[in-house]
C-alpha cells in the first residue's frame, strides 16, 4: 500500500537523520501586486512552507530576490516558492545557507526519507508509482530548500530521480542506440563498447564503491536476483535482450565495489545489406544459411565473445517464412524477439522459453528440460540460445531427429566447434569421444565460425560442411572462407585487408537431404556451381 514503511536498506545509506514530512502547499490569495512594483509583499513563514503564487501574477518571468528590509525581521527566515509563467519554472527566494551541499549527502538524505516513507514506490515500479515518486523528491527539495552547486532545482530533482528509480549516469548507455557492452570493472572506472567496435573509456564514475552496489542492486532486483555476501556472483537482466553479470565482494576487493558486464544484444536491427556493407558477410553466404535452416537442416553459429554470433544466428530466424513452427530455448534473459504481426494479429508461429534458475532442484528448469519438452511442441526450428554445457547433448539428440537446430557456442574454429560440443556432451554422458564425434557431426553438418578482428572488425571467417562419406568417415569441406591478405600499422591503428571466397559447392550427400526437405531443384543447382566466387 501506498506510503506502508519498508525496509530502509534500499539504499543501504549510512547517513541517519530526521526530517520532517513535507507539509501541503499554502495559497495565499489578495497578494499586493503591480505593474510598477520593484518587489512583492509577501508574509514570512516557517522553513517548510512552500508559497503558491496566484495566477494573476502573469507579467512577471522572475525576481530578483529582494526582501525590504521591514521584512527582514527575524533574520536568515526566508520563504521557498516556485513561480510558473508561461511553463517556466522560477525561484523567488533562495536559501544562502543551503548552498554548495555535496550532491552525495543529498542523495543520502533523500533515498533514507524516501525509502522509510514511500519504499513501495521503488519497488513496485509502475509509470504511475515514478511519476508520484519524481513528484514526492520534488516536493522534498522545494521544502527542505536543498541546493546543489552547478544544479538548478529542477535539474536536481530530476538528477536524484534518476540515481533513486533508474540507473544513475548508466540508464543513457544501457538505453541508447549503438551501444553492445557496458563494463564495469570498479565503481570509478566503466567502459562502453560500441557496436562500430570502439571501446570508450567513460569520465563518469559512481560516487563511491557502495554507490556502485547500490545501483547494480537495482539493476539485479527487476530480475529477482539478490546480490548480497551469500550471493556475490550473479546473473540477471534488464529487459528482454539487455544481461548482467555481476561480482562483489569477497570475489572482487571492498574498494572495488562491483565489477560487472552489462550485454545489450539487439539481433533484429541488423539487415543482410548491413552485414554486407561492414564486410561481415557476403550475399551467397548470407542466403545459404538462411536456406539451410528454411530446409532443415541445423547450423552451429561459433565464436568467441563479441564474435557476433547471437547477431548472425538472430538474423538467420528474421528469414524463415511464417508457416514454420519455432521454439526457442534461451538461458535466463530473453533475446529473441521474433513474433510477427499484421493489423493486431500474430501471422508466424513462434515459442519462446527461458530458463529459471533457483536453489531449489525441483524448481530448476535448465536448457536440457525445455529441450525434453521441445519436440512435443512440433516444431519445424529449436533454437538454442546458447551451448554452454549438457544441454547440448540433449540438442544434438534432438538435431538428429530430423527437426532443425540453429545454435551458438564458443569455440576458435569450425573444426574445433565439433570438439567443444563432444566435451560439453560427456558432461551429461559417458560415451566415448568418437561416438560423440559421429553424433554431433551427423547432428550439425554445417558450422559458422565468426571472429572479432584486431581492428574490432567483424567477419565471418568460414562456412563449412562435415561431409559424412558411405564409409563413415568424415570429411570437413569449407564451402567460404575470408581470405585475409594484409595485416599492417597506420597511424597506431590495425588495418587488415581481406576478402570472402566461395572454396567448395555443396557434397552430393546436403544436396540429397536439401531436395528431400522441398527446397526447388533450381536452387539447389545454384548451390552446387563449381566455380569459386569471390567477394
Known amino acids: ?20 514530512v513535507p507539509q501541503e502547499p499554502k495559497t495565499f490569495e489578495n ?19 512552500e508559497l503558491t503564487i496566484p495566477e494573476n501574477l502573469t507579467q512577471y518571468s522572475s525576481y530578483d530576490g529582494t526582501i525590504p528590509p521591514e521584512m527582514q525581521e527575524p533574520p536568515k527566515r526566508t520563504v521557498l ?66 541546493s546543489v552547486n552547478g544544479m538548478s532545482g529542477g535539474k536536481l530533482a530530476d538528477t536524484l530521480y534518476t540515481e533513486m528509480a533508474e540507473f544513475g549516469f548508466l540508464t543513457k548507455y544501457i538505453y ?53 555476501n551469500a550471493s556475490p556472483i550473479v546473473l540477471g537482466h534488464l529487459s528482454k535482450n539487455i544481461r548482467i553479470a555481476v561480482l562483489k565482494s569477497p570475489i572482487v576487493d571492498e574498494d572495488v565495489g562491483v565489477a560487472a558486464s552489462i550485454r545489450i544484444v539487439n539481433p533484429q536491427s ?22 539451410c535452416v528454411r530446409y532443415g537442416i541445423s547450423v552451429c553459429v561459433a565464436g568467441a565473445t563479441s564474435s557476433g554470433k547471437t547477431t548472425v544466428a538472430g538474423w538467420v530466424l528474421t528469414t524463415v517464412p511464417d508457416n514454420k513452427r519455432i521454439y526457442t530455448i534461451e538461458n535466463g534473459s530473453r533475446e529473441l524477439a521474433l513474433v510477427r504481426e499484421k493489423d493486431g494479429k500474430v501471422v508466424n508461429s513462434i515459442i519462446h522459453t527461458l530458463t529459471r534458475d533457483s536453489d531449489n532442484e525441483r524448481q530448476r528448469i535448465d536448457q536440457t528440460n525445455l529441450l525434453d519438452y521441445a519436440l512435443r511442441f512440433n516444431p519445424d526450428i529449436i533454437v538454442v540460445g546458447e551451448m554452454r554445457g549438457a544441454e547440448a547433448n540433449a540438442a544434438q539428440e534432438a538435431a538428429r531427429t530430423g527437426v532443425a537446430v540453429l545454435t551458438t557456442i ?6 574445433a566447434t565439433y570438439r567443444r560440443m563432444v566435451s560439453l556432451c560427456k558432461r551429461a554422458v559417458d560415451m566415448s569421444d568418437a561416438t560423440l564425434m559421429d553424433y554431433v557431426t551427423e547432428a550439425y553438418p554445417i558450422v559458422v565460425f565468426c571472429k572479432q578482428l584486431e581492428n574490432k572488425q567483424r567477419r565471418m571467417m568460414e562456412i563449412q560442411e562435415c ?6 568417415t568424415r ?42 526437405n522441398g527446397m526447388p531443384q533450381p536452387v539447389i543447382e545454384s548451390l552446387r556451381g563449381k566455380e569459386a566466387q569471390s567477394a
Open 1 to 20: 500500500m501506498l506510503g506502508k514503511k519498508r525496509n530502509p536498506s534500499l539504499f543501504s545509506s549510512d547517513k541517519k537523520s530526521s526530517q520532517a
Open 31 to 49: 497578494m499586493d501586486i503591480s505593474p510598477d512594483a520593484n518587489t512583492i509583499q509577501v508574509v514570512v513563514l516557517n522553513e517548510t512552507t
Open 81 to 146: 516558492a516556485e513561480v510558473t509563467v508561461g511553463h517556466r519554472a522560477q525561484s523567488l527566494f533562495f536559501t544562502p545557507e543551503a548552498e554548495g551541499k555535496d550532491f552525495s549527502s543529498v542523495l543520502a538524505d533523500v533515498q533514507e526519507y524516501i525509502s522509510e516513507h514511500y519504499s513501495t514506490l521503488i519497488t513496485t515500479g509502475g509509470e504511475d508509482a515514478k511519476a508520484q515518486l519524481k513528484r514526492y523528491i520534488t516536493k522534498y527539495v522545494q521544502d527542505h530548500r536543498i
Open 176 to 228: 541508447g542506440t549503438g551501444i553492445e557492452e557496458i563494463d564495469i570493472n570498479s565503481w570509478r572506472d566503466i567502459e562502453v563498447q560500441y557496436s562500430d567496435g570502439r571501446t570508450v573509456k567513460l569520465e563518469e564514475r559512481f560516487e563511491s564503491p557502495q554507490h556502485a552496489v547500490n545501483v547494480i542492486r537495482r539493476m539485479l532486483h527487476i530480475s529477482g536476483m539478490v546480490l548480497d
Open 270 to 291: 541488423m539487415k543482410k545489406e548491413d552485414f554486407v556493407k561492414s564486410g561481415t558477410a557476403t550475399d551467397p553466404m548470407l542466403d545459404f544459411l538462411s536456406l
Open 410 to 415: 564458443h569455440s576458435n574454429s569450425c573444426e
Open 467 to 472: 561431409e559424412i562419406l558411405p564409409d563413415g
Open 475 to 516: 570429411c570437413y569441406r569449407p564451402l567460404f572462407q575470408y581470405v585475409i591478405t594484409e595485416n599492417r600499422m597506420e597511424d597506431g591503428k590495425f588495418i587488415i585487408e581481406g576478402h570472402h571466397e566461395q572454396i567448395n559447392s555443396i557434397s552430393d550427400s546436403l544436396a540429397k537431404r536439401l531436395l528431400e
